[in-house]
């Protein structure tokens, strides 16, 4: 299971530079819109320390985290649900996406231009909020034609075009479509559209580096992680013990891309749970509330399709007796079946007949 985050946002805002920090491969920054013209896409593991202290543990042949997926895409401006600068092309790139990452400018640097003329980060929110809204509504007044005369043919459709038009009325007054009040079965309803609207997001504020340890107003919500493009793109060069020298210096305790990533996760309710033998010690990712066989099944498929139960230890009772022999012995290990919720770091061996 991969997460897949679209880094949006004007031109000029730092994206590009927050995305070769996050993976360290060389999107084009360049002081002008538009540098990014195809998507860049790059896997950044998810920092968990309790990798490091499994693999100690076992001493493992490897050891493998989990990943995040980030899609860094061109600039958005005013007119882009309308095909303005690169606009269709990114809308249909955000779409394949599980979630946004929006990058608001908050830097002051008089020398990289402002494609608004002016830094002004509710002004830069709210204009990419109306075009993601418009490009939306877009897709709904598409659909509903052929949606309504389906509707016609099979009463089943009636439900998803009352919906639709619930939808419409409601964005356009220009609410994102994730805010307005649904069950699950309606959002899975219109779940097949890819509203980009509907998708959970995230802020991040590219702040001077006199900023980094500030605390910022909430943008729509939600509170925007304060991160100095400039100072991780610095960071990702560095060796790790002159990066930890120089996080010291500007009162940072890690990397403000480390809080981006497990925000990430947090916003699309996932969690890991561990793998630990002699080959590997891996991560892997699950929705929070997965129960066993389909954790199981994230591994790979016959795992879920022939579970019969799982070996479970805690994280915590795994690293006190020394891993699986000494949890086991002090009675530690636990066999779970087919109901068990899966909890946040379990390291868990798997039983299962195909």
Known sequence: MSLSLGIVGLPNVGKSTLFT?????????????FATIEPNVGLVTVPDSRLD?????????????????????????KGASEGEGLGNQFLANIRETDAICEVVRYFTDT?????????????????????L????????ERALPRLEKEAKKDKAGEAKVAMLKRLQEWMDQGHRARKMEMTAEERELVRDLHLLTMKPMLYVANVDESQVAEQFPPIDGVTPIAICAKVEADLAELEPSEAAEYLEEIGLAEPGLNTLVREAYRLLGLQSYFTAGEKEVRAWTV?????????????????????????????????????EKGAKEAGKMRLEGKEYVMQDGDVVHFKFNV
Do not use: C, M, W
């Open 21 to 33: 920090a996050l993976t360290r491969k060389a999107a084009l920054a360049a002081n002008y819109p």
């Open 53 to 77: 202290a499994l693999a100690e543990i076992v001493n493992p042949q490897r050891v493998v985290p989990a990943v995040v997926e980030f899609v860094d895409i061109a600039g958005l401006v």
């Open 111 to 131: 020398d990289v231009i402002h494609v608004e003329g002016k830094v002004n980060p509710e002004s830069d929110v709210e204009t990419i909020r109306t075009e």
């Open 133 to 140: 809204v418009l490009a939306d509504l877009g897709t709904i």
């Open 287 to 323: 929705p929070v509330g997965a129960k066993a066989p389909q954790a199981a099944g994230v591994i790979h498929t016959d795992f879920e399709r022939g579970f019969i139960k799982a070996e479970i230890i805690g994280y915590d009772e795994y690293v006190e007796f020394g891993g």
